[in-house]
């Protein structure tokens, strides 16, 4: 069950209202004449709408299509509720609470069905919303395709982050040839209690995250920890790429492939992560390939050796087997393969052959002895 937290009270939220300045009229008796939305981010969207006719108008419909990356043209409609009369006044709201939510900075077309008594109809031209958080007053920067959005701290620190931004689309593009195939929207929050105020269902631990069909991210970072900013910057920003370039209907890649790629942006596995699987090494308790397939566990430690064997995994497949292999790879995956087809295609074993290789070439890599876990905080991210 996902904790809901971190939510702002509804008073503070801030409530804005736009006109649609043009509608369409039909020339029937049908005119639309006033339209208009309020956004309270994040939670809600409310479309308001005044029609008047000659005769009752006995059917209205909001129509909208969110900006995302999908495989097929989704249209949602709302059928409106109202007593029939010649002069009507509507409104609907959509609930984030119903659907997830919707990131900052993302956007959508609407539109309204108008129909009377008689089978005369209207439809108004498309408006766009785009569903911002103004509770911030967001300051911008635009390097190639990344555009980054802050608040709190100065020029230098969104430059520092833009850079590494960049770098990690460096590395990325190095050992995978991935590249954005369109605008990227990048949040930064002056820190996680920040960031999870701007979600429905954050978890407690939630750190940044990746929304990959919208092209947008959202990290909290304040200025004091740059460092960590920079790694969690190229951990999300590599997830929102990759997913980008496998995107298709049938089946996503598997999570150890992801997370490792991930991993391997931020540009080496920390301290921290290397003890955990030296140790697991030491102990003979790794994790298998199958398993790693999956969402990982929720629990810190286990967690935690997840991500460390996902990059492994990666630095195995191309160190091992060289950069045009791991391209091949994720475009096999982007043409729907299953997990196993794809690793038997490009590279000629399965996951558990991987598993084999992998476990053999990591017990003779000289990793080391397990050494203590150094405490300290450790910010988790969600993908």
Excluded at 316 to 334: H, N, P, R, V
Aim: aromatic residues 12%; contains cysteine.
């Amino acid at each position: 069950m996902i904790k809901k937290i971190g939510l702002l009270a509804l008073s503070l939220l801030t409530v804005l209202t736009f006109a649609t300045p043009c509608m369409a009229k039909s020339g029937d008796g049908l005119t639309v004449t006033d339209s208009s939305f309020q956004a309270d981010f994040p939670l809600r969207l409310t479309f308001e709408m005044s029609v008047e006719s000659d005769v009752k108008i006995h059917d209205i419909r909001l129509r909208y299509q969110l900006d995302r990356i999908d495989f097929a043209r989704v249209i949602s409609e709302a059928y409106i509720n109202f007593t029939p009369d010649t002069s009507v006044s509507v409104d609907w709201t959509l609930e984030m609470l119903k659907i997830g939510g919707l990131p900052p900075g993302s956007s959508l077309e609407y539109w309204w069905v108008v129909k009377d008594i008689e089978g005369k109809s209207l439809i108004t031209s498309p408006e766009k919303v785009t569903f911002d958080d103004h509770r911030y007053s967001w300051k911008s920067i635009t390097e190639g395709k990344v555009t980054l959005y802050w608040y709190e701290g100065n020029e230098i620190f969104a430059s520092e982050l833009m850079m590494a931004a960049q770098d990690a689309l460096d590395r990325l593009k190095e050992y995978t040839t991935a590249e954005p195939e369109k605008m990227i929207k990048l949040y930064i929050y002056a820190d996680s209690q920040d960031l999870q105020g701007s979600m429905i269902y954050p978890q407690e631990w939630t750190g940044g995250v990746a929304f990959t069909r919208y092209g947008i991210m959202a990290i909290g970072i304040a200025p004091e920890k740059l460092d960590w900013g920079k790694r969690a910057i190229a951990h999300e920003l590599t997830h929102l790429v990759i997913h980008q370039v496998t995107l298709n209907p049938y089946n996503e890649i598997p999570t150890w492939l992801d997370e490792g790629l991930a991993m391997r942006s931020e540009g080496g596995l920390s301290p921290t992560m290397e003890v955990f699987l030296n140790r697991a090494v030491a102990d003979e308790n790794l994790i298998s390939v199958q398993s790693l397939a999956s969402p990982f566990s929720a629990y810190s430690g286990e967690a935690s050796l997840s991500y460390a064997q996902s990059y492994s995994l990666v630095d195995f497949l191309i160190s091992q087997y060289g950069q045009a292999k791991m391209d091949e790879l994720l475009q096999t995956f982007a043409a729907g393969s299953t997990y196993d087809t794809a690793l038997e295609k490009v590279y000629g074993f399965d996951m558990d052959g991987l598993d084999v290789r992998w476990q053999n070439w990591i017990q003779g890599s000289g990793e080391g002895e397990a050494e203590e876990v150094v405490q300290g905080e450790m910010t988790s991210l969600a993908y």
